[in-house]
């Protein structure tokens, strides 16, 4: 039965769509992500204001910059993208968002920056496990600290995290904001990345949890996990989208 689809499928001439399909739908990760997605939209939706400050760590090609733009057009906005051609589009597609061609970690300075040209959205400030043989191009990047890096008076009511792995850096550098404001938080945090930045759920959990005063669920409405929760979610696999709030 299956053949004959197959066959059937070919001589109308549509195999390429079934493709495109398949690599879209096809595995468990990427129906995962597409819905965080959409629930990180419902999300952004549902909690900012017209006037809500929001900050992207990781802004790539501007997904969620799109949707913070549109649901909070009056907000002051800040996104932070190291690789210069992105940082260059997201300035000439975002006038209104102040756009920061730097990587933000625990410190300020320069480090030499990983940049996945076949796949962009591995790239990051430590080698990682990839795919395939990758084309990897090194950069040196600006970090920056978010603590001391934001404007004099400046309150944000949500922060997304998306930095292949470097999130507790991005964390730590960020405390200080975290503990007076508490925002919304997304990051991401699995397997695939985390531990060649030596960071494990606990690391995690005691900062946004136990030191900014969070809690953390998925985003599928799942929590707050406790400390053994998180790590099982982690250890399975099941989440690695996260989303920490008062």
């Known amino acids: 039965m299956r ?18 399909f398949q690599r879209t739908f096809g595995s468990a990760s990427k129906r995962r992500d597409l819905r965080d997605n959409e629930h990180l939209g419902l999300l ?3 909690a900012l204001d017209q006037d809500s400050n929001c900050i992207d760590v990781g802004a790539s090609k501007g997904d969620v910059l ?22 260059a589009d997201l300035r000439e597609r975002f006038p209104q968002v102040e756009v920061r061609q730097a990587a933000l970690s625990n410190h300020r300075g320069e480090e030499s920056f990983r940049y996945v040209k076949s796949h962009p959205g591995m790239s ?21 600290e978010l603590d001391s890096a934001l404007p004099a008076g400046y309150v944000p009511s949500f922060i997304k995290i998306d930095v292949e792995g470097a999130e507790r850096e991005v964390i730590e550098g960020a405390m200080e904001t975290l503990r007076a404001h508490r925002p919304i938080v997304v990051f991401e945090h699995g397997q ?7 960071t494990e759920p606990g ?4 900062l ?39």
């Open 3 to 20: 053949r004959r689809a197959k066959r059937a499928v070919e001589r109308a001439g549509l195999m390429p769509q079934v493709r495109r």
């Open 44 to 46: 952004l939706s549902f």
């Open 66 to 87: 799109t949707d913070i733009v549109r649901i909070a057009p009056r907000g002051r906005h800040i996104a932070y993208e190291p690789l210069p051609d992105h940082a």
């Open 124 to 144: 990051g400030l430590r080698e990682r496990q990839y795919p395939g043989r990758e084309e990897v191009e090194m950069l040196t990047v600006r970090l920056e």
């Open 192 to 198: 695939g990345a985390a531990p060649f930045y030596g």
């Open 203 to 206: 690391d995690l959990f005691g």
């Open 208 to 246: 946004l949890c136990d030191d900014a005063g969070l809690r953390i669920f998925d985003l599928d409405g799942g929590g707050p996990y406790d400390l053994a929760g998180f790590e099982d979610a982690y250890e399975r696999g099941s989440f690695w989208n996260f989303v920490a709030h008062r």
